[in-house]
Structure formats: C-alpha cells, structure tokens
C-alpha cells in the first residue's frame, strides 16, 4: 500500500470525528453541564479539540495531494527526459497504439500499431532523422481508428537494433524496411506507405525498387533531391564540412541552446519551449548523438545524397507531396522536382509551415492523408474512410 492509500482511512476518520463524534459529545456535556459548575472550561476543550480535528483534516488532505505533486515537480526539475518519456507512453496509451517487437535473424524491429489489416490498405510510416515512432502520434491523433496503422522505429533508432555493421545508407535503410515488412507480412496486399524527410527519402526509393509492395505513397518533405541551387542551411553544412567542423551539425543538439536553434531551424511556428523541457530532449538524445553523426555523414554522402532523385523516375504508383512552403531545411521547390517526374502526383504546400509539417500541421496533415487515400482507393460509397 502506498502513502497516499494509508493517508484515506485517517481523513475519512478525522470527517466522522468531526462530523459524528464531535456532535454526540456535544450532547454528553451538554447533559453533564446542568450538573456541573465548569461549563465554560467544558465547552472550550470540546471547541479545541473540533478545531484540531479540523487542522488535521486539512493537513491530511493537503498531503495526500503533494506527494503527486511533489513528484511531478520533482521529475520536471530533476528527470525531465523521464517525463518526456512517460508522456509518450501516455499518449501512445490515449491513442491505443500498441508497441511491438519482431525480428528478422539476429535483427529487431521495434514498431507500434493500431487496428488490423482489412480491405481499406494498411499504413505503413517512415520517421525522419533522429526521430523515433511516436513523433507520427500527432498525426495519428487525427486520422480514422478504423484504419490499419503501422509506425516503425528506423534502423538505429529506438528501439530497433543499433549495429555498428549496419548499412545506414539510404540503400541499406531501405533493405531494412523491405525485411520489416515481409516480417510483418504487410505486403500480402500492396500497403500506403508515408515517410517525412529522411524517412520520405526510403520511402520513394522503397516504392521504386519493391513497386508490387505499394500502392500509394505519401511524401513529406522528402530529402534526397538535387536543386540547382543551394539554399542557406546547405550552404552551411558544406562550410562545416569543407571546415573539418562537422561535430558541429545543426541538426544534433547537444545543449539546450542548440536544440531551441535546431527547433526554429525545423519549424516556422515558434514553439516557447521551456527551459526545462529543451534540457529533457537533449539529455534523450545526447547518447545517441556519435550514432546520428555517423548516420547523417552516410546519407549526406555521395553514396545516398541524390538517391530519391535518381529513382523518382521508376515511381509508378498514385503519390502524394506535402511541403511546408517555409521550410528552411529543405526547399519547397523540391515539391516541383517530384512532380515533373511522378506521373500520377499530386502536390499539396502548407502556408506559415517550415520542415516539421507533422508537428506544424498534424491535423491538416491526417486530412490530406485520408482525402487522398480515399480519392485513390476509393471503394462504393466509402469515400471518407470514416
């Protein structure tokens, strides 16, 4: 039994003593003070000792109440990368989205779901650099329970197993999610599948090289595209690397200052981030930090740079582009590129939304999602997936 179970039995009895034993005893003296000269010393220790029961009540009361809020506090100012996680969990828990395991070989995938397969095509979502699963939870929050969804953690990330001989190219991520998904059996019937930055860079190089696996796609932001020209955040990576500066790359915080830098680098809405929290995501991310050095230098190599580029022609399938127009990662006119090449395209660009559209716009983002699904795959009168 913990502290605040045993703190109940004793507010309810300081109440009854208050409430039942104070007024009988009231009536006993009452009786005893028609025979008894010290009425007035009577009725003030049976007046101190209501008070007290009174004070003890509330003191009880106020206990019960601080020891959560006590923890709470504790954990913000002491572990607040412990909250971050909870609060995850929570939300993964509000959503029913179930957390599981497979393993292919000696591999594992971590992965969470919600719903079961069914006619309408499962779901399959790819996040981006140094994110994790739950980033698509926002969005998920929007979108009809009835569909079949499925949020993998990418390789290295989370809980998916972290190899120092993994292939973290593009070509080798998309190799690992072709494993995942036989695992899974998704592809027993062709699958949507969505990515967001890194993750839309697989997921368009996935829909080329395993086309009878998809039947859709959606790509947000998508890296791996070459423009003619650079624009500012590129520019100052190849300064970093030309400058043998590279410990110092915008997208891996390791203080909070970076992280608040890399948040407005990634978002065109100011989120007011308090100090605490930008200090809960770095201490979640600093371990991981030498694994995303290494797996930002493999896709930004001349290996995976351009490889969406270079296989945007083999995308045969109906496809989605959503970009947020302010996007200061990675340019919008990227959206243009894609859609010249991709026959069956269609192109959505959000207003005020940088390179974080998932967690800009989640809801505008769920929409344009189960329109589109429902526009391609649209099955009788069920145009609404809903």
Not at 142 to 161: A, I, Q, R, S, Y
Not at 167 to 184: A, N, P, T, Y
């Amino acid at each position: 039994m913990n502290q605040s179970e045993s703190f109940m039995p004793r507010l309810l009895r300081s109440i009854e003593r208050v409430s039942f034993s104070a007024p009988a005893e009231a009536s006993n003296v009452a009786k005893e003070s028609l025979c008894s000269l010290k009425t007035p010393a009577v009725s003030a220790t049976l007046k101190a000792r209501m008070d007290l029961d009174v004070v003890n009540m509330f003191v009880i009361a106020g206990g019960t109440l601080a020891i959560p809020i006590l923890a709470f506090v504790a954990s913000f100012l002491l572990w607040p990368s412990a909250l971050i996680r909870i609060y995850y969990w929570y939300w993964r828990r509000t959503l029913g989205m179930q957390v599981r395991y497979v393993r292919h070989e000696d591999y594992q995938f971590c992965y969470s779901f919600r719903g079961r397969p069914g006619h309408r095509p499962s779901i399959l979502m790819l996040h981006g650099f140094s994110a994790h699963k739950d980033m698509w939870l926002s969005v998920v929050k929007f979108l009809p329970k009835n569909l079949h969804l499925v949020c993998v953690d990418m390789p290295g990330h989370e809980g998916t197993t972290r190899s120092s001989l993994d292939d973290l190219s593009i070509d080798g991520q998309v190799k690992r999610v072709h494993q995942f998904v036989e695992r899974l059996k998704l592809n027993k019937k062709p699958f949507h599948l969505i990515g967001t930055s890194m993750g839309g860079h697989v997921a368009g190089v996935y829909a080329a090289y395993y086309p009878s696996d998809v039947c859709s796609l959606c790509l947000v932001c998508p890296a791996g595209l070459q423009y003619s020209t650079d624009n500012q955040f590129v520019q100052r990576l190849k300064e970093l690397q030309d400058s043998a500066a590279i410990q110092k790359i915008p997208l891996i915080p390791s203080t909070p200052e970076e992280m608040s830098e890399m948040l407005q680098l990634c978002s065109y809405v100011r989120f007011k981030v308090p100090q605490q929290i930008l200090q809960g995501l770095v201490d979640v991310r600093i371990p991981h930090n030498s694994f995303y050095r290494k797996l930002f230098l493999e896709i930004v190599s001349e290996k995976s740079r351009y490889s969406l580029h270079q296989n945007m022609d083999k995308i045969k399938v109906p496809t989605q582009i959503i970009w947020g127009k302010q996007d200061q990662v990675l340019d919008v006119s990227g959206a243009e590129i894609l859609a010249k090449s991709i026959a069956n395209c269609q192109v959505e660009l959000l207003e005020n939304c940088g390179h974080s559209v998932v967690m800009e716009r989640p809801r505008k983002t769920a929409k344009l999602i189960v329109d589109f699904l429902a526009s391609v795959h649209n099955t009788d009168n069920d145009k609404k997936l809903n």
